[in-house]
């Protein structure tokens, strides 16, 4: 099966511009996640939907980073204004709860966001 | 407040060598352990879990590792280190009701030499 797919895979912006990335989960995954991870850090959080509603978004900077999930499929994350702090690589991952795997999260290579 | 140490940012060993990876957690509940491998560039992968049981959890790739409830760790051993396992490990925790919110420690870094 094909794994989480994300675009692009990298991306250099100046602060205070807008970004904006992508997140396709694998098919039939009911949950899907994106994490922030800071160079010398694990992964963080950010938001977690279950198919497009949202279940946690309590670690998501809601005065810049805003997500999606229309249709309960692919996602969309963006950054409006971005932030020197903002640099890091964020990350995708995608699960299905009801199947014999429910506790696995399958990532998504990430993309990688420097902030200049 | 959950949390995961992994005291050792960075590890090199030679490929043939045995390894152990350390991970101390804090959580008051039985947690469930997962270790994860992220190669560069990629997307990070399971490599194997700890729910309850037998304490001696055996994954993917020759790996294992063993919970030990006294000392709150979840060290991850591999007996013969190969060139390919290079790559950056994380032990992560999560809550046993709710499994899915995982807090992930800051990683180590393993470097093989020939």
């Not at chain 1, 198919?51 to 996602?75: C, H, I, M, T, Y």
């Not at chain 2, 005291?7 to 060993?13: A, E, L, M, Q, S």
């Amino acid at each position: 099966e094909a794994g989480v797919a994300q675009s692009p895979r990298y991306k250099i912006i100046e602060k205070r511009q807008s970004v904006a990335f992508w997140c396709n989960p694998i098919s039939g995954h009911a949950t899907l996640y994106w994490y922030q991870q800071i160079l010398g850090q694990g992964p963080k959080l950010l938001i977690q939907f279950q198919n497009n509603g949202v279940v946690d978004d309590s670690q998501l900077p809601k005065d810049r980073f805003s997500a999606e999930r229309l249709k309960g499929v692919d996602s969309t994350l963006k950054i409006q204004p971005a932030k020197l702090e903002d640099s890091a690589v964020y990350l995708c991952a995608s699960s299905s709860p009801a199947g014999p795997l429910w506790y696995e999260q399958y990532f998504g290579p990430g993309t990688r966001l420097t902030v200049t | 407040a959950q949390s995961v140490t992994q005291p050792d940012i960075h590890i090199t060993v030679s490929e043939g060598a045995s390894l152990e990876l350390r991970c101390n957690y804090s959580y008051g509940a039985t947690p469930y352990l997962f270790w994860y491998v992220q190669s560069p560039g990629q997307g990070l992968q399971l490599l194997l879990k700890y729910f309850s049981g037998d304490t001696l959890v055996q994954g993917i790739k020759g790996f294992e590792a063993e919970f030990k409830r006294s000392q709150s760790s979840f060290n991850l051993r591999k007996p013969s280190v190969h060139w390919s396992d290079a790559a950056e490990y994380f032990c992560a925790v999560g809550r046993s009701y709710n499994t899915d919110k995982l807090i992930f420690g800051t990683g180590t870094r393993l470097q093989v030499f020939p």
